[in-house]
């Protein structure tokens, strides 16, 4: 933590976190954006950009949890996508509001179990492991479960729609939900014995298991935290269109939200970065889609500026903190 | 010389047991329940290198069968035709992935490179006016480029491949995008006619189509380069050990950025006959063929984890995924649940490769030793003042010791003529001790192995049995040569038992044939205590004859057969069976020629070398004495499993082999006399004896000596010392 303190070096020089670089950068893309791009800085604007970033904001607070503990979660979408899909389509049947949500509460913590599972348990590499549940998660839901690829959210389920569309004291619901989210995350990483367990987890497993960690078990509890926190911010995006299209699955998204943390400065070897590491993340890759958007790009174009950015970010994270390249297995 | 190695005559065999006198049909169906051994079968058969290949390869053939039973119309000749084509597709695309998960890595772009690709080609091909060939020599260099775009960030910017290639998935899948956003009106009208582009696209040779005619060149020629070739080793080597490939001076970067390229290369080709034969220049061909693509590689059983593969598993696997989707489509399931499928089977298949991959050899060992019943007659009793044949005495305990510390586990001992004692020891030498009391040693060969079994042949040579090597002969001036380490293979079993494993003991025959006993074909020699524990018939005799070269089996089937001595008539062989304590005799001549008797049996020890005795009785050893408790072990089959399964090693139930005695039997079978060495301090394991010139040399695998004790004329046991010994060819030492 203390990664926005710049830290002073053995030679009294200062040296600029990741984090406070990224902040640096997005304060400067904010100034040039504002300057160039016609209706960038006008309040409206602003706070569509955060309305629109804060779910992204929380899926990507999510994939941090399984980042830092040296994981990855490409099916976060995918179950966060079903499960909100499946409570909103509870909803549209007799079942009151809490029920619905926990029951889909309890299909996205099922999911994440299976993928720890999966991960700890039969040691398949978390990449693929994650990769093929989100296809098989989306496929099975698509199949069995869901009536159409968009449900409607139904009219009388204010509870729903105020996370996505409410006012808390003129700030809009999503940001302040986006707060809440990052600031128990926050606490459970930095304050709770969990917390420790996932940053030793991520920073070296074979450790964290001979001091008495239950890594196994931790991995199960780390797939599942990161799936409730996606289903929060599936409710809010829910929330704020009046409904939800699971095509959003087969999307782009899951890019975003790994953009959002590699470039936040949680590495991929895990054990580094935090909550804030994905507020930077989020405020750049927030100013740079609205920038885009303003520009008028399309989604191709957008995707392919993502990819090489992601590409970058990814090169780059691969230089500050080297593997080993030697010994590496497949999926690392 | 010229008479045949003897065969054994059917049905003159005894059971390969020990048979109690009142043996009811119940024991009988229980001892033929437990030579049946599943489990053995199990590991000898994922022992098999082909195994592994075989699997998907009965998955394929599993899948084609039952679309054939249960779908019509699927194995028509039209649908086949028809999956060719898609199959020599998919098949490029897979094998481009195969040579990359090979190398380690893995490109998930190949679905965008295979869409970007048809989407070039088709542009070039209708709208830029460049000749047909020269368009589809573009595409291929488009492919190249892609695939050197992931292969460079890869192996020079050392980003990880998986998400690497899942980034460049989407940025190839954006400029596909574009260009589909930008020029698929202006495709969609021409029409191209040009007879090259048609070829490839509908062209048949025999029949068959093109592109799988291409396929077909291309496993050929891919399958050269992978096994055959400097790049293909290198690719392996890469994927294997990147360290390794690196300290061996292979240009690691270099290796990996050519198998991308091969990738890029392989998604181009297929991208070429997929544009023309569907000439659809929509963007989202090829969309999500990386998990296709995948499944289908890790499916045909090559390894994630790298290093280990072939392009005919790669095909494997592309035509199984390919026939799946092909009859899953025939039976109207939409292609979601494809995908469905897919993922499901990509999870189940990662999840085998790596539990496979990590668990095969310790379920190999685990299901190796399968033990069965081993009955034993009652005990005898040893204790000094029973009044038994074989009552324990001191009559060793005085015995000289030649050579102490300086032989590790002289196995046998053999005197040659001049009088000079020869021994095997653990370090694969062959000691020689000379002088008045042997007091020089010199290291007479050194062969390797552990040598076991000696004796010298007509012309002074020392015949050697070597454990791990086979069998060999030093010549006077100890020269070393090798005489077989082979036999003929039975081909009724799984396991290869052509090369020699733990030759043990030998004699050679009047004829001047080499009788060899070869103890088991399952164990090493640091094992070898395994085969006791298991007890099942894993030994054989073999017959080495110096005039043809040529090594024959025998006797197959045999528990543990050790010691192998030619009777003093030479017209049969004695054969000492270690675990199940008794004695065969063999006759290799007369007119009992191949007949198999017992000799002696219910010892009160595990017997190890025979010889023969100057006065025509035979010296046995025994290397270790039974007890009650491993005899009841023994004929407990599951004790002894739940033994190994529950129990560290150095904590099992083995054999008695630290206290062990000589014995002396008669030509008819009657114990003459026994030595002793209560407490075994200095012959613990006694595995050999040797009479010459009135003493007898006494040899242990485990001890630290050779002993000697002069045979008293006077002793009751030891015959009228007048008595002419037999000459017998190549048996000298007696």
Redesign the interface.
């Known amino acids: 933590m203390g990664a926005v303190l710049a830290k002073a070096r053995a030679d009294g020089r200062f040296r600029l976190s990741q984090e406070q670089i990224i902040l640096i950068v997005v304060a400067s893309l904010f100034v040039v954006f504002s300057v160039l791009l016609d209706g960038f800085f006008t309040a409206d604007n602003l706070l569509n950009l955060l309305r629109s970033v804060s779910s992204l904001g929380i899926l990507s607070v999510a994939m941090a949890v399984v980042v830092i503990a040296r994981g990855m979660d490409l099916s976060l979408v995918a179950s966060m996508g079903v499960s909100t899909a499946i409570a909103i389509q509870l909803m549209r049947s007799e079942l009151s509001t809490p029920e619905a949500l926990l029951i889909g509460l309890g299909i996205v913590l099922l999911l994440g179990a299976i993928n720890g599972f999966l991960i700890a348990f039969v040691e398949i590499p978390a990449l693929f492991a994650t990769l093929a549940s989100g296809l098989l998660i989306y496929g099975v839901a698509r199949t069995l479960v869901l009536d159409g690829l968009i449900v409607e959210l139904p009219p009388d389920r204010e509870f729903v729609r105020w996370l996505g569309q409410g006012v808390v004291f003129g700030i809009p619901a999503p940001i302040v939900i986006f707060a809440v989210v990052a600031l128990v995350a926050h606490f459970l990483l930095s304050r709770t014995r969990t917390g420790r367990f996932i940053y030793a987890h991520g920073d070296n497993a074979g450790a964290a298991a001979l001091t008495g960690i239950p890594v196994r078990p931790l991995t199960l509890i780390e797939y599942m935290i990161a799936g409730a926190i996606g289903f929060c911010g599936g409710l809010v995006m829910a929330g704020s269109v009046g409904g939800f299209n699971t095509q959003i699955i087969d999307g782009s998204l899951i890019y975003d939200v790994l953009l959002v943390v590699v470039v936040g400065g949680i590495s991929l070897v895990g054990g580094r970065g935090g909550v804030l590491s994905v507020l930077a993340g989020t405020a750049l890759i927030g100013v740079m889609l609205n920038g885009m958007t303003i520009l008028n790009m399309n989604t191709h174009e957008k995707d392919i500026v993502k990819g090489l950015i992601l590409l970058a970010a990814l090169v780059l994270d691969n230089r500050l903190h080297p593997r080993d390249e030697e010994t590496v297995r497949q999926g690392d | 010389m010229t008479a045949t190695v003897p065969r054994l005559r059917l049905g003159s065999r005894p059971p390969e047991r020990n048979v109690p006198a009142n043996e009811t049909l119940v024991i009988k169906l229980r001892h033929l329940r437990r030579r049946i051994a599943l489990q053995q079968v199990f590991a000898e058969l994922f022992e098999k290198r082909w195994m592994e290949p075989a699997i998907p390869l009965a998955l394929l053939i599993g899948v084609f069968v039952f679309f054939s039973a249960t779908t019509p119309g699927f194995a028509s000749q039209e649908n086949l035709l028809s999956t060719s084509a898609e199959l020599a597709e998919l098949s490029l695309v897979c094998l481009g992935m195969a040579v990359v998960v090979i190398s380690?890595?893995?490109d998930l772009s190949v679905g965008s490179m295979f869409g970007l690709c048809n989407m070039a080609v088709i542009l070039l091909v209708t709208l830029s006016g460049l000749p047909v060939p020269v368009a589809i020599a573009l595409g291929l260099l488009i492919g190249a480029l892609l695939g050197s775009v992931n292969g460079s960030?890869v192996a020079y910017?050392?980003?990880?491949p998986?998400?690497?290639t899942l980034?460049?998935l989407?940025?190839f899948?954006?400029?596909l995008?574009?260009l589909d956003?930008n020029y698929s009106a202006q495709t969609a009208t021409v029409f191209v006619t040009d007879p090259v582009w048609e070829w490839f696209g509908t062209g048949k040779v025999a029949g068959i189509p093109f592109s799988f005619v291409t396929l077909i060149g291309v496993l050929i020629v891919g399958h050269i380069v992978l096994s055959r070739s400097r790049l293909g080793w290198h690719i392996t080597a890469v994927g294997a050990s990147?360290?390794a490939a690196?300290h061996a001076g292979i240009r690691v970067e270099r290796v990996l950025l050519i198998s991308y390229v091969f990738s890029g290369l392989l998604c181009a080709l297929a991208a070429i006959f997929y544009a023309s034969r569907l000439s659809s220049a929509s963007a989202r061909v090829g969309e999500g063929m990386e998990?296709t693509v995948l499944t289908a590689v890790i499916l045909g059983g090559i390894s994630?984890?790298?290093g280990k593969g072939t392009v005919w598993r790669a095909f494997i696997g592309a035509a199984t995924i390919s026939l799946l989707g092909k009859g899953l489509l025939l039976m109207n399931v939409?292609g979601?649940?494809f995908?469905?499928v897919?993922?499901?089977v990509?999870?189940v298949a990662?999840?085998l490769d790596?539990?496979w991959g990590?668990n095969r050899g310790k379920a190999i060992q685990k299901t190796y030793v399968n033990p069965t019943i081993v009955e034993y007659g009652e005990l005898q009793d040893t204790r000094p003042g029973s009044g038994t044949p074989f009552e324990q005495n001191d009559r060793l305990v005085g015995a000289e010791a030649i050579g102490l510390g300086q032989v590790e586990g002289p196995e046998d001992v053999i005197l040659d003529k001049q009088g000079r004692l020869y021994c095997g020891t653990r370090q694969g030498w062959i000691l020689r001790f000379s002088g008045e009391n042997f007091e020089h040693r010199e290291i007479f060969a050194r062969i390797g192995g552990h040598p076991l079994g000696l004796a010298f042949d007509a012309e002074e040579n020392l015949v050697v049995c070597v454990a791990g090597m086979g069998l060999y002969a030093v010549t006077p001036q100890g020269e070393v040569r090798k005489l077989t380490d082979e036999t003929n293979r039975n081909w009724l079993q799984l396991r290869d038992d052509s090369r020699l494993r733990l030759a043990d003991d030998l004699d050679i025959a009047p004829d001047g044939k080499i009788y060899f006993s070869e103890a088991t074909t399952r164990f090493e020699m640091a094992d070898w205590i395994l085969d006791g524990i298991e007890g099942r018939p894993n030994g054989r005799l073999l017959c080495y004859d110096p005039a043809t070269g040529k090594t024959r089996t025998v006797i197959r089937n045999l528990v543990f057969p050790n010691g192998v001595c030619v009777s003093h008539d030479g017209k049969s062989l004695l054969i000492a069976q270690t675990w199940l304590c008794r004695i065969l005799r063999f006759h290799i001549d007369g007119p009992d020629k191949g007949r198999l008797e017992v000799f002696m049996e219910n010892f009160p020890g595990y017997l190890d070398n025979i010889n023969r005795a100057s006065d025509g009785a035979y010296w046995v050893a025994l290397n270790g004495m039974r007890s009650p408790a491993y005899d009841l072990a023994m004929r407990m089959p599951t004790f002894r499993r739940r033994m190994m399964k529950r129990i560290p090693r150095d904590e099992w139930l083995y054999p008695s082999m630290n206290h062990g005695c000589v014995v002396k039997v008669s030509e008819q079978g009657e114990v003459l006399g026994t030595w002793w060495d209560p407490g075994g301090t200095a012959h613990a394991t006694i595995t050999s004896m040797r009479e010459h010139g009135g003493y007898l040399y006494i040899g242990g695998l485990e001890n630290n000596r050779i002993g000697r004790i002069k045979l008293d004329e006077a002793e009751p046991t030891a015959s009228s010392s007048g008595r002419a010994v037999r000459s017998v060819a190549g048996s000298a030492a007696n």
């Open positions: 380690g890595g893995i960030i910017l050392k980003a990880r998986f998400l690497t980034v460049t989407i940025i899948r954006g400029v995008n574009l956003l990147r360290r690196r998990l994630l984890s790298g939409g979601e649940v995908q469905t897919l993922a499901a990509l999870i990662v999840g790596l539990k990590k």
